[in-house]
């Protein structure tokens, strides 16, 4: 598509529950990466996909965040047992590779955990 | 590992002035890139300029500007001819080379606004 897509733009769940995310980069984009942004600060990097492969997972906060990419397009993200410090904005982006100046973001999933 | 700094947590400018976001950053790393992103109240992150390491030459894309002094970690945005249309939350960002640091770090932002 023309820009990364992320569904659903927001998302409402109770304490406990299981959720997914979904981002559709950009086509032709390798490199995906996923971000939770809290309200009043910057992104905070969770975890980066080179193709199919999670190439560096170092920022995911625990055992309940996983994400697959398994055809090497669309990603998900999902999240077990949530909990209210789960509330964020969770944001996509997509580049043509590793390295380089393109990245684009995606307009993000609002989630709050009540 | 690497940080970035933004030490405004809000500006003021009035239309048509120029303005200064300023942003310090540290890494160990030898080739990073350095970003400035806009992000209104609707949420998008919205990419303005980018800087390299090794360029030697400030970056600049129509009304912004990137001050670059390497020496000091310094990445600073300039905008000018300020629009009301510039009123959002800006955002400096570096990727290093290695390791973790492949991935975009981003400073706390600051939330500049335009004044009639």
């Known amino acids: 598509g023309a820009g990364v897509s992320q569904t659903p733009s927001n998302k409402v769940t109770e304490k406990g529950k299981y959720v997914e995310l979904r981002c559709d980069p950009i086509?032709?984009?390798?490199?995906l990466y996923w971000y939770r942004q809290s309200l009043g600060q910057g992104p905070e990097f969770l975890i980066y996909?080179?193709?199919?492969?999670?190439?560096?997972d170092s920022g995911l906060p625990n055992d309940r965040f996983f994400a697959v990419r398994p055809e090497g397009s669309v990603s998900t993200l999902k999240i077990q047992r949530t909990e209210r410090g789960d509330s964020a904005v969770y944001l996509c982006?997509?580049?043509?590779?590793?390295?380089?100046?393109?990245?684009?973001f995606g307009s993000g999933t609002r989630l709050t955990v009540v | 590992a690497q940080k970035i700094t933004q030490t405004q947590p809000g500006m003021f400018v009035q239309e048509k002035e120029a303005v200064t976001l300023d942003c310090t950053y540290d890494?160990?790393?030898?080739?990073?890139?350095l970003f400035w992103y806009k992000q209104p109240s609707s949420g998008e992150m919205i990419f303005l300029i980018y800087?390299?390491?090794?360029?030697?030459q400030n970056a600049t894309e129509g009304r912004y500007s990137l001050n670059f002094q390497k020496a000091r970690k310094s990445a600073n945005l300039v905008i000018s001819a300020s629009q009301l249309g510039d009123s959002a939350m800006y955002f400096c960002?570096?990727?290093?080379?290695?390791?973790?640091?492949?991935?975009?770090?981003f400073g706390s932002g600051t939330q500049l606004t335009v004044l009639p």
């Open positions: 890494t160990s790393d030898q080739s990073y890139g």
């Open positions: 800087q390299g390491s090794y360029d030697e």
């Open positions: 996909f080179q193709g199919t492969g999670a190439a560096d």
């Open positions: 086509s032709g984009h390798t490199a």
């Open positions: 982006a997509s580049s043509p590779g590793p390295q380089g100046s393109g990245y684009t």
């Open positions: 960002a570096m990727r290093g080379s290695s390791g973790s640091a492949r991935q975009l770090t």
